[in-house]
């Protein structure tokens, strides 16, 4: 890594960039119907991470891509992500109050406006797709469009969802409850990844490497996720002790917290083992596989 790399300065351009965007394309507040629109933004722009844009701008920058063809599939990942988090949240789901530092959306706008506001989301996710001129072969923008459905429906994040509530007050198998994260979690930041790489036009190795990277980080996010939901601080800006209140099928849970935290920073090694190719162009994705498991938020 460069000495003076700085994932802090890259982490804040990277949010400002995306944040910027993101105001850009989603129907102003005071746009018909307003409370709607007004409830889309009060959890989109509630600010959060932006871990999978992010992501998203920084594979399509490690394989010598331009960031600025990334930017709406980057945003496009973000507005279903926000989606997911908003009907997460709902009672009949996780029933938790507090997100990014606010009450949950159906806490201010009821749940009907937040269930329609994450429907809403998840379309105009698509609709800045379908908008987008990367990457510029055709069949390569469908591809991109068919990765992010599938990484987001059935056989992807919500299914993933489905199998995490299901599985609610039940002794599972490891095996099942890494299939549970890979799919609720671990899908959506493997298409953010791979929607990088593809606008900056992967092929075979790359490819290759790059999915594995994200199978490895996406998997270590989610641990780290059910870490920090018993020994988070202040600043996680949600709910803390849910999934224990919930009886969630956990790693902590299953695994014990050390074993948990072993596995979270094996998954990042591993990661990392698959970036080593890229030197410096890699320097901020590597960045990112270390701050997903010593994130504090
Ligand atoms: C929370 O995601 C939900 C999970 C998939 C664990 P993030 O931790 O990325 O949440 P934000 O986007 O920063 O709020
Ligand atoms: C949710 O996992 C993953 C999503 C697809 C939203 P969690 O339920 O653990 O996420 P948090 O802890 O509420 O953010
Ligand atoms: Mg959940
Ligand atoms: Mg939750
Ligand atoms: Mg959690």
């Known amino acids: 890594m460069t000495q003076n790399f700085s994932l802090k300065s890259y982490l804040t351009e990277g949010k400002k960039l995306i944040e910027d965007y993101l105001n850009k394309c989603l129907p102003a507040p005071q746009t018909w119907p307003e409370t709607l629109h007004q409830s889309m933004h009060y959890s989109l722009m509630a600010g959060g991470k932006r871990l999978r844009p992010i992501l998203c701008l920084a594979s399509t920058e490690c394989l010598g891509g331009n960031q600025e ?138 490819w290759k490497r790059l999915s594995r990277f994200a199978q490895n980080i996406g998997l270590s996010f989610q641990i780290a996720d059910d870490i920090l939901d018993i020994e988070g601080g202040e600043d996680i800006g949600k709910d803390l002790g849910s999934d224990l209140e919930k009886n969630k099928a956990t790693y902590p849970a299953l695994l014990g917290l050390e074993a948990s935290k072993k596995r979270a920073k094996a998954l990042m090694e591993e990661a990392l083992d698959c970036l080593s190719i890229y030197g410096e162009k890699g320097q901020a994705l590597k960045a990112i596989a270390e701050y997903v498991v010593s994130r504090k938020n």
């Open 69 to 206: 063809e990334a930017l709406a599939a980057a945003a496009a990942l973000e507005m279903i992500h926000t989606y997911s988090l908003i009907h997460d949240d709902l009672p009949a789901m996780d029933d938790d109050d507090l997100r990014r530092g606010r009450p949950t959306n159906h806490k201010v706008y009821g749940e009907a406006m937040a269930i329609l506001a994450g429907d809403a989301l998840l379309t105009e996710a698509f609709r800045l797709l379908s908008l987008s001129h990367y990457p510029q072969d055709p069949l390569s923008r469908l591809q991109l469009i068919q990765i992010i459905a599938e990484a987001s429906g059935s056989q992807g994040m919500v299914g993933g969802q489905a199998i995490d509530l299901l599985s609610e007050g039940k002794k599972i198998t490891l095996e099942a409850l890494e299939k549970i994260h890979q799919n609720k979690t671990g899908k959506l930041i493997l298409a953010s990844v791979q929607a990088g790489a593809l606008i900056a036009g992967a092929q075979g190795e790359d």
